[in-house]
């Protein structure tokens, strides 16, 4: 299983994901009896809401990063030249992946469908495991004691 760690890029990760929900939510899908009447409005509503919030959780992070002039590469946390615990790192350590989050929750609840929003707690599963593991494994061996701390004072989600 240590073969996927690090080797899909999260925001493809969200594409793929994103994919999926959609196919699940489809008239003739063997799912199509999981749907939830919600009227349009509210759904389309929440989803631009929740994208909206998931878009400045991310872009945050992004350009918390890009002052620190550290990298946005994540397949290759070893290569960080700095860690980054100001701005909105001091409310989680994943932003971006937050901001990934709020945007497949509300595209699942968008599509109404009660296992489009069971593959987003399957994207969290994921993204636990293979993703945020090994990049905060690679911080402990870059930063030591200073992102040991970090870790005690800031949640990885929220």
């Excluded at 919030?53 to 397949?75: M, Q």
């Excluded at 992946?97 to 699942?108: A, D, K, M, S, T």
Aim: positive net charge; proline residues 5%.
């Amino acid at each position: 299983m240590d073969k996927l760690e690090l080797k899909i890029p999260p925001l493809l990760l969200v594409v793929i994901c994103a994919g999926l929900m959609w196919l699940a939510a489809q008239p003739g899908s063997v799912f199509q009896g999981a749907g939830v009447a919600l009227p349009v409005a509210l759904r389309a509503s929440l989803f631009a809401l929740l994208a909206l919030v998931g878009f400045a959780f991310a872009v945050s992070g992004v350009l918390s990063f890009k002052r620190a002039n550290t990298t946005l590469n994540p397949t290759a946390p070893h290569s960080a030249s700095s860690l980054v615990t100001t701005g909105i790192y001091t409310y989680t350590r994943n932003p971006m992946y937050l901001g990934f989050l709020f945007f497949l929750l509300g595209w699942g609840l968008f599509l109404a469908n009660v296992i489009s929003l069971l593959l987003v707690a399957g994207f969290v599963a994921y993204m636990g495991r293979f993703q945020i593991e090994p990049e905060e494994r690679a911080l402990v061996r870059r930063f030591e004691a200073d992102f040991l701390a970090y870790r005690t004072q800031v949640r990885r989600w929220l």
